[in-house]
């Protein structure tokens, strides 16, 4: 069966052995397994920390968690009463359709409407589905937000968000680069004043690693890019997300974090394509589409 849904996932399976587990709570995709031409292993491509919260009670520290419609604390006046990152991943999500089941790809879609606990927080009008796909070597995850406001109010209410998908990418945290990042402006989280985290810095590194607790914001990206290791490797391609964020926690930070198992930051890099250096203004009846692709790469292919 390509598509199974049980009471709290949905478990997509690819003809040729990769598979992938969608959440119901947060929509946040917790495993991705899949081989490689010059392996025909399965392996888990996702970091899921041994100790999250996997039954709703709290969000998933790992895999790929879905960021609507603010990112870290809200700044926004009307995301003020939300919790960091929104909440669209401490949500619990509707199963909808098996989208297509191919010999290319399988996918699936969940959705997400204004429920009363969220209209306590959140008064905007929105409707959200996420479609997650299956190939062979690939994954993809697509957030459609709508803005269902009617269009004949004066003026128009736009829907005002940022989205990301916050990719914990299995890899080597001592040994990842993620490239081309270089000459790009960012911002870095990590510094102790908020004029320090508010002051733009340029990327001289030609490939960006994590050996020191990381946290950048990059503006205004290719929206292409490559988490390499030796031995490995995963591209990200993305549509509609300028911005994209690299964070690991390394022991500075990671060792203060509940959720995360121990040295669990040695075992994966965040590489996290989304909208979150100003807002989408989405008008009413109009629908914005970020999407981004998952694919292992199957050559060495690493700077030196």
């Not at 991705?32 to 919260?53: D, Q, Y």
């Not at 062979?136 to 109010?153: C, F």
């Not at 968000?161 to 990719?167: D, E, T, V, Y």
């Amino acid at each position: 069966m390509p598509v199974e849904i049980q009471s709290d996932k949905v478990v997509l399976r690819h003809p040729r052995g990769s598979s992938a587990e969608v959440l119901l709570y947060g929509a946040t995709v917790i495993s991705w397994r899949c081989p490689t031409e010059r392996n025909p292993e399965i392996a888990e491509r996702l970091f899921v920390s041994g100790k999250a919260a996997l039954d709703g009670s709290k969000p998933v520290r790992g895999g790929i968690p879905v960021i609507f419609p603010c990112f870290g604390p809200p700044t926004h006046p009307e995301h003020m009463k939300l919790s960091q990152h929104g909440f669209a991943r401490s949500e619990s999500w509707s199963w909808d359709t098996i989208v297509s089941d191919d010999d290319k790809t399988v996918s699936a879609r969940l959705t997400l409407g204004p429920t009363p606990g969220i209209s306590e927080r959140f008064q905007r009008p929105f409707q959200l589905s996420f479609v997650v796909g299956l190939s062979e070597y690939g994954l993809s995850t697509d957030l459609h937000v709508k803005n269902t406001s009617t269009s004949t109010a004066f003026p128009p209410e736009t829907l005002d968000f940022q989205a990301l998908f916050h990719n914990y990418i299995r890899a080597p945290a001592s040994d990842v680069l993620v490239t081309p990042l270089q000459h790009l402006q960012y911002y870095d989280k990590t510094e102790s004043t908020e004029v320090g985290r508010a002051t733009a810095k340029k990327e001289e590194r030609a490939g960006v690693d994590v050996h020191k607790f990381t946290d950048s914001v990059y503006e205004d990206a290719s929206q292409n890019y490559e988490v390499t290791w030796r031995g490995g490797g995963i591209s990200i391609k993305a549509a509609n997300l300028k911005d994209v964020v690299v964070w690991n926690p390394q022991e500075e930070a990671g060792s203060k974090i509940g959720d995360m198992e121990a040295g669990g930051w040695e075992r994966y890099v965040c590489v996290e394509p989304g909208y979150v250096r100003g807002f989408v203004q989405l008008p009413p009846d109009h629908t914005w589409v970020g999407h981004q692709t998952l694919a292992v790469i199957q050559e060495e292919r690493r700077l030196t």
